[in-house]
Structures are given as structure tokens and as C-alpha cells.
Nanobody, 120 residues
């Protein structure tokens, strides 16, 4: 059974940094493309970025490009989303997902999400 568990969310101030983690079980992240998404109250789910199976390719949405990094640790079977210079508009529930390709919408497995709240 595949399980993705996000962690690292919390309440931070604008300008702070956070590193979100996505720990996988029942699935090896090194052979899966992994994506990060978020959903704010009243808004649709937003694709943030992804890392390819090989780990060579990373992709970022404009909303986080330049201030975020997606990476992974094969030994820990974990994927990370490092976000810097956080803004109040980054407040949302953040999700990781696993799939065959690093796309914006083709994922088979999802985590339960972790809340990030950025105060001004």
C-alpha cells in the first residue's frame, strides 16, 4: 500500500522559510516522479512543481519559482519542498503526489496534506 505523508508545515511569518517533507512508503521515490501542490480555502488546487524520476529535472510554477527548491533523499525515500521568502498568499494546505511523469496533473497517489499559514 502506497502512503505519502507530508510534514513540516506550521505558522510562520512573512519572509520566513519552511522545508516541507514528503515521506513515502510502499513506493520508491527514486522511480517515481513527485509533485507538490497546494490548495488555499475557496481556491482550486495549484500545481507548484515536480521532480523527475531521475532527479535531474525539476519544474516550478511561477508562483514559487526562484524562491523554492524541490529535492529528494533516496536513502530516506523522502522528497522535500524548500520555500523561502514566504508570503501571506502562500497560506494553504500543501500536498505531495507520486506518479509516472513530472506533470502538472498526472499523479496516482496523494498525501493527506500539511497546513502552512503565513502571517503578515
Amino acid at each position: 500500500q502506497v502512503q505519502l505523508v507530508e510534514s513540516g508545515g506550521g505558522l510562520v511569518q512573512a519572509g520566513d522559510s519552511l522545508r516541507l517533507s514528503c515521506a513515502a512508503s510502499g513506493l520508491t521515490v527514486s522511480i517515481s516522479a513527485m509533485g507538490w501542490f497546494r490548495q488555499a480555502p475557496g481556491k482550486e488546487r495549484e500545481f507548484l512543481g515536480a521532480i523527475t524520476r531521475s532527479g535531474v529535472g525539476t519544474y516550478y510554477a511561477d508562483s514559487i519559482k526562484g524562491r523554492s527548491t524541490i529535492s529528494r533523499d533516496h536513502a530516506k525515500n523522502t522528497v522535500y519542498l524548500q520555500m523561502n521568502s514566504l508570503k501571506p498568499e502562500d497560506t494553504a494546505v500543501y500536498y505531495c503526489a507520486a506518479g509516472a511523469t513530472a506533470s502538472e496533473n498526472e499523479y496516482d497517489y496523494w498525501g493527506q496534506g500539511t497546513q502552512v499559514t503565513v502571517s503578515s
